[in-house]
């Protein structure tokens, strides 16, 4: 069952429950306080028309100067308490702001990571980022703020509302005549405005998401020359969030002005009643003088209610958003079973294992695969022949429909995921640079390495080279995505950051790809020194980089149709025999 936003907010805020007592008591304190002013004059209009028959001659204080003096300096204790109040509602609530916001952008992003691959592909990048930066600060900027006057309100109204009733109830029903009119009108505003501000949110997203594709695009875009069809398409998507917004202000805005008319018959009949309660000797001028005064206070709080409101609702469309994300369940869980990262040996085994993306045409289809530990083998087929997911359900990322996936005998699925990834060093054809410095991405995984321990593993990845010609070598800034430098210097400093997590299994997608014919063969020979003792699983279109490996299995649509080494996939004449050929100029078509 779905809960209410403030519901689910106060759950997550429990840990600060004293905090939110204490900021919620000042906010009551400044607003009551903040009311003495009216009763004061009240009081003093007592004085000076009653005088010792006055409200505090009743305490015993008989001269009228003295009781001038006394209500003095009681005002002095008003402002004094009010200050200090409002001093402590700020403080507090604006710390609350700042911790909740902390901790909801930490947990949301905590959990995020949890989520599953297929969490990411169905979710856009720029509404993720949406929700983590901005629905979390339009929740901080609501308690900074919003929750103080939502208080305050209550306060003031219920304050204001029970010195009515004491000193003139017979008038005091007239006054709050409007009260039900307005509140009824209040949350039929808001009930229509809830689902505006949603769509607000939402488009929030969206112009995220569009922005965040294009600035990582921008290459793109600039050669295509498309600069204006995506000036448009953001133009589009900034019109439509306005066009939302506008649709929730027309109807907010007109809460105001008709919520001033009801407020203008209370004061009216206030006026009116209880100047004839005085004429008739029913009612105190001094009272009359503070019934005058304070009705605005009783009504006047109302006209800022739907502004209130409004706030309140744009801070709860962000909750719901938020909180969704946080009620996202983690498709793939942690296993119990530990697998100390010195005991593994490198076994890997695929039994009879299908994967499918979505519920789409299975990928993987009872595919069956033994790897010896410290062997070398290599993976080639047709792209979309399931390559690449083979080693994504090796690491998690996916986990099969049937069959299973076992590391030394035991079933992934039972390993803790920290555990399970520790293990493996995995070098992706699409390689993802941190912007930072050169050194700090190869160390990126083994945050404890020495910069010795760094540089052997540049070298022996081939890019110790490269990296001392950089302007700051290994403290070069490599720019996001790692943009500042070329393909092959990536994949290279790729390759580093697995040799220097120095796992047992080792999986190389396509990590040669983006080199030229000369670094690749300095990888080789590399790869020949790191692979020893390690088992290693070495994805590749280049069949050259898989010639020596230990056994060469041959993927289409989703199974195993030839295995052995190079030399005998090469007698066998099949697949790999006609890859080879191709690769090799032998048999290609001349154009």
């Known amino acids: 069952m779905t809960q209410v936003p403030l519901v689910r907010l106060l759950r997550y805020g429990k840990p600060y429950q004293v905090q939110v007592w204490g900021a919620t008591l000042c906010s009551i304190f400044r607003t009551l306080f903040d009311l003495a002013p009216p009763y004061l004059i009240g009081v003093a209009v007592d004085v000076v028309v009653e005088q010792e028959a006055s409200l505090i001659a009743r ?29 402590g509602a700020d403080k507090l609530w604006r710390n609350l702001a700042q911790t909740l916001q902390h901790e909801l952008r930490v947990d949301t992003y905590n959990h995020l990571q949890e989520l599953d691959l297929a969490y990411f592909e169905d979710h856009s990048t720029g509404t993720l980022l949406s929700i983590l930066n901005d629905d979390i600060n339009q929740l901080e900027r609501f308690l900074n703020s919003g929750a103080q006057d939502l208080i305050s309100f209550f306060a003031r109204v219920c304050a204001v509302g029970i010195s009515f009733v004491l000193l003139a109830p017979g008038i ?100 009116y009643l209880g100047g004839r309660e005085v004429l008739q000797g029913r009612l105190t001028v001094g009272t009359y003088g503070f019934m005058v005064f304070i009705v605005q206070d009783l009504l006047w709080p109302f006209t800022f209610l739907s502004e209130i409101m409004d706030e309140y609702q744009r801070a709860m469309a962000s909750v719901r958003r938020v909180m969704g994300l946080l009620d996202t369940p983690i498709a793939i869980p942690h296993g119990d079973r530990v697998l100390p990262l010195s005991s593994v040996h490198g076994e890997v085994q695929f039994e009879d294992i299908t994967f499918a993306y979505n519920g789409r045409h299975p990928v993987l289809k009872d595919l069956s695969l033994q790897i010896p530990p410290g062997n070398t083998i290599g993976i080639v087929g047709a792209t979309g022949s399931g390559k690449s997911t083979l080693v994504k359900l090796l690491l998690r990322f996916y986990d099969v429909q049937s069959g299973r996936i076992l590391i030394d005998g035991n079933d992934i699925r039972e390993l803790h995921l920290l ?23 190869i160390r990126y995984g083994s945050l404890n390495a020495t910069q010795e321990q760094i540089i052997h593993a540049a070298k022996l990845a081939e890019a110790h080279d490269f990296i001392e010609q950089l302007p700051q070598g290994y403290d070069t800034i490599v720019g996001e995505r790692g943009q500042k430098l070329s393909g092959g210097q990536r994949q290279r400093l790729a390759i580093a950051r697995a040799i220097l997590k120095d796992p047992p299994i080792l999986i190389l997608d396509e990590a040669t790809s983006a080199v030229d014919n000369e670094t690749e063969a300095a990888i080789q020979r590399s790869l020949a020194k790191i692979t020893q003792n390690r088992t290693t699983i070495a994805i590749a279109h280049r069949l050259s980089t898989i010639r020596h490996a230990d056994g060469i299995y041959v993927m289409d649509k989703g199974q195993i149709v030839e295995q052995g080494t190079h030399d005998e996939l090469l007698e066998q004449g099949g697949i790999y025999a006609g890859l080879w050929r191709v690769q090799l100029g032998v048999g290609a078509v001349a154009v």
């Not at 005002?75 to 200090?84: D, N, V």
């Open 59 to 87: 305490f015993g204080i008989q001269d009228p100067l003295t009781q001038l003096f006394v209500l003095s300096l009681l005002t002095i204790a008003t402002w004094g308490l009010e200050s200090l109040s409002q001093y």
């Open 172 to 271: 005091a029903w007239w006054a709050m005549v409007p009260i039900p009119f307005i509140l009824w009108g209040t949350f039929l505003f808001q009930s229509r405005l809830a689902p505006r501000y949603d769509t607000v949110r939402d488009q929030a997203g969206l112009i995220s998401d569009r922005l965040s594709n294009n600035l990582s695009g921008i290459a793109t875009i600039k050669s295509f020359t498309a600069e204006a069809y995506e000036s448009d398409r953001v133009y589009q998507e900034s019109e439509a969030y306005r066009r939302g917004n506008q649709r929730a202000i027309a109807l907010s805005v007109a809460f105001q002005p008709l919520i001033r008319f009801l407020i203008l018959l209370g004061f009216v009949l206030t006026l």
């Open 419 to 441: 555990e399970l990834r520790q293990c493996i060093g995995w070098v992706s054809q699409d390689v993802f640079l941190f912007h930072g410095t050169v050194a700090d991405n």
